[in-house]
């Protein structure tokens, strides 16, 4: 930092006189208006500094009032306790990235200074232009014909003077029917060959050799060459500028930032009190909860594990689906800890630079053993943690670097105690072996989806500031009863959603129907009623859902229909509703009962109309995963036998298949058979209760929309048993609500230690 005091109106007044002295004109307005508005600008640059902002007067140095001042301003005002002095006013010029940044402070120029930066460039810029416009008004090139019979001829000529040996400037006699203000110049060939001309000139006018013009030889700084550097300076200027605004954007909020800060970690030092989640606010996962508390607890309390001969875990790796609050459980970890917590996403440890990945990997765990005993958490470690070699391309590539430098941090001769190691992912099938083995992540933390208690749990916390009249209690089983498979982000999106819905109808609080408008949302899409169907095609898609409904109702292992909906949602042009059970095992009939349900619509389809459409695409799709899960993955094929392979996710590359063309065959051949069977049997279902197709078909038509109620009116009641409430789902599983009653050696755990007094020991 170069602090410079300047006096920029006596810098303007110095150094601009004599160049506006000899300005003529047009060329003297113009610059006169400029140099004014500069003034201006600088003035008001000055009065906006006059206030010292608060909280920041003691860095502003008090500047003494002038005597005018003193005899304008009132006795009673000075007499006034606070009142404010003018301020001598300091411009301060820094080169470099400004402090600031990740602790607090400015991350970058306040625009009182980008204002002076502005004008100042400005002003050089100018200068510049109007110095070089300058030039070429007062210098005037004149022949070398013209200098000899003009000028030298008629003795005017007082000396001549070689600048840098390709011009001469002419001087003039005291008195010369010149004008002082324009200065005569001309170019010349080489010096020898002046010199022998302009002494054969002054031979031919017999002038002696001691009364020759003297010519004097200097060397100057050439205009032209100034303003053929201007580009390029202007170029290194921008490049410089371009850095330096770089290094403020990235290296402002974290440090490490810039071009020049590459090596360095990004990890940040979280403050506790900047965390607002604490424990309380995690519900769902409590088995999980208990582990990181654990962590949390051994670094407060040692000594109870210590004695017990137990050694800290190094690490703990958070894994499960997306959503379900493995970061949530790490920003409630920040927030209750009472010891430093360091965090870093995965992707920050690679760039385009070579060797930038194993230095922030240095640098942070050398950020966590200074501030020991500490907790450092890696967001998304798979993007550095993939498993090394594969089909990689050029070896050793950055990522493996990088990987390799964690894993001797994590567990080499180098090894941090008292820093424990939280990572999430939701792929840890692509980590690397080593990073995964114990001694590095000592525990492996599955987070999976709520059952119905932990839905429950955490709609009670997402319904806290939620404006609503209902019990939110009983509001929070009945929604968790609806929304089976939904994680803690699925959760707080139909919660929000909901308060969307009735703000956009301008309610004073949230009701039912809200909530049950924001699950439909989440699940099937934005409702689309301004989507134009002909008449023939709502007809289709009316006995396409009717066909849905009635198998559903029809069939004992099919989810209970909660509504179904012709109106279009999302991608599609139907909608139905059910109620899944929540359960873990399936059996092959409950399998094909799920499988004659998605099948409903296109056999509905055949029956009335004997045509297909192609309406069904989705209905296909699920239908032929069901199909080739159970004989691929599950073995419930008697040709296949009880063999298990794994199946390609959606989108990934397949290149070699764990079974010969011959198996693979059989699976087709297989899958084709099981769904042509579940389809002969929707086929004869569908048959069978035709009528009902179509009194439910009519209905959709009439109202578009069919609930619970509507459809025992249609049909009669199930004829299954069939869980629909909270109750009915948590039946036999003990308590009603989630289990958060924690360990002895949990029960404190917020609390450390404190020295215990020994008691005496009695003798007997």
């Not at 007809?539 to 099919?558: I, Q």
């Not at 899944?580 to 009939?589: A, H, N, R, W």
């Not at 025992?712 to 009653?741: A, H, M, N, Q």
């Not at 924690?742 to 609390?751: E, I, R, S, T, V």
Request: some cysteine.
């Amino acid at each position: 930092m170069i602090n410079m005091k300047i006096k920029v109106i006596r810098f303007l007044d110095v150094n601009m006189l004599s160049f506006v002295i000899n300005l003529r004109g047009k060329q003297l307005r113009l610059f006169r208006n400029f140099y004014y508005r500069l003034i201006r600008d600088f003035r008001l640059l000055n009065d906006q500094q006059q206030k010292a902002p608060d909280g920041f007067g003691k860095f502003f140095p008090k500047q003494k009032p002038q005597q005018s001042q003193k005899q304008q301003q009132p006795k009673t005002q000075q007499q006034q306790s606070g009142a404010e002095k003018p301020k001598e006013i300091e411009f301060k010029f820094s080169f470099g990235t400004r402090p600031g940044g990740g602790g607090g402070g400015s991350s970058g120029p306040s625009p009182t200074d980008t204002n002076m930066w502005s004008l100042i460039g400005f002003a050089a810029t100018f200068t510049l232009l109007m110095g070089y416009s300058f030039f070429k008004i007062r210098y005037h090139e004149i022949t070398w014909k013209e200098f000899i019979n003009q000028y030298l001829r008629g003795g005017m000529v007082e000396k001549l003077e070689v600048v840098n040996k390709k011009w001469v400037r002419v001087k003039f006699m005291p008195g010369a029917p010149v004008s002082s203000n324009t200065t005569l110049w001309f170019n010349i060939g080489s010096v020898e060959t002046f010199e022998r001309n302009l002494e054969n000139i002054q031979l031919e006018m017999n002038i002696e050799p001691a009364n020759f013009t003297p010519v004097v030889y200097k060397n100057e700084i050439d205009s032209s060459h100034v303003i053929s550097f201007l580009p390029t300076a202007l170029i290194i200027g921008l490049i410089l500028w371009s850095m330096r605004r770089a290094s403020n954007v990235m290296g402002g909020a974290r440090k490490g930032g810039g071009i020049f800060g590459m090596g360095e970690s990004t990890a940040k030092l979280i403050n506790p009190k900047d965390i607002p989640v604490k424990f309380k606010d995690v519900a769902g996962c409590e088995e999980a909860k208990l582990e990181i508390m654990e962590f949390v607890n051994f670094l407060k309390n040692p000594s109870r594990y210590t004695e017990l001969g137990a050694k800290i875990p190094k690490g703990a790796l958070l894994t499960g689906p997306p959503g379900t609050g493995k970061t949530l459980l790490a920003k409630a970890t920040a927030g209750e800890a009472k010891v430093p917590f360091i965090t870093v996403s995965g992707s920050e440890f690679l760039e385009m630079f070579v060797g930038v990945g194993p230095s922030r990997v240095r640098d942070m765990f050398a950020m966590a053993r200074k501030n020991a005993p500490c907790i450092l958490f890696i967001d998304e470690i798979d993007a550095v943690g993939r498993k090394r070699g594969g089909r990689s391309i050029g070896g050793h590539s950055e990522q493996e670097n990088t990987l390799n430098q964690l894993l001797v941090e994590m567990d080499g001769f180098n090894t941090a105690s008292n820093v424990v190691v939280l990572a999430a992912t939701n792929r840890v099938d692509i980590l690397d072996k080593a990073l995964l083995r114990p001694g590095r992540f000592d525990r492996q933390i599955f987070v999976p989806p709520p059952d119905i208690k932990g839905r429950a749990s955490i709609f009670k916390v997402h319904l806290k500031p939620l404006k609503t009249d209902l019990d939110k209690s009983e509001i929070a089983r009945k929604l968790a009863a609806l929304t089976p498979g939904f994680t803690g982000a699925d959760i707080a999106n139909v919660c929000n959603e909901a308060a969307l819905i009735a703000a956009r109808d301008l309610s004073q609080s949230i009701t039912f129907k809200n909530f049950e408008a924001a699950i439909e949302r989440v699940v099937a899409g934005l409702e689309k009623k301004t989507k134009v169907l002909q008449p023939e095609e709502k007809k289709t898609v009316a006995y396409h859902e009717a066909g849905h409904a009635v198998c559903g109702w029809f069939l004992e292992h099919a989810d209970p229909l909660l509504k179904v909906s012709i109106i279009p949602r999302g991608m599609g042009l139907g909608y139905a509703q059910y109620l899944p059970k929540e359960q873990y095992l399936y059996t092959k009939e409950q399998l094909l009962d799920r499988m004659c349900m998605t099948l409903g619509g296109r056999a509905s389809e055949q029956i009335f109309f004997n045509r297909i459409t192609s309406g069904a695409q989705d209905d296909l799709q699920k239908v032929t995963k069901i199909a080739y899960s159970q004989i691929v993955q599950l073995g419930m094929s008697e040709k296949v036998g009880n063999l298990s392979f794994d199946m390609p996710d959606k989108g990934e590359l397949v290149i070699d298949k764990p079974y010969s063309e011959e198996t693979a065959q059989m699976i087709d051949q297989e899958v084709r058979d099981l769904v042509s069977k579940a389809y002969q049997r929707t086929i004869d279902l569908l048959t069978q209760h035709k009528s009902n197709v179509e009194k439910v078909a009519k209905r959709l038509l009439e109202k578009e929309i069919l609930d619970r109620e509507d459809m025992i009116e249609l049909l009669g009641k199930r004829p299954f048993k069939e869980k629909s409430t909270y109750e009915d789902f948590v039946e036999g599983t003990g308590s009603l609500e989630e289990d958060t009653t924690l360990p002895k050696g949990l029960q404190d755990w917020n609390q450390e230690e404190t020295a215990k007094e020994k008691q005496p020991e009695t003798k007997s």
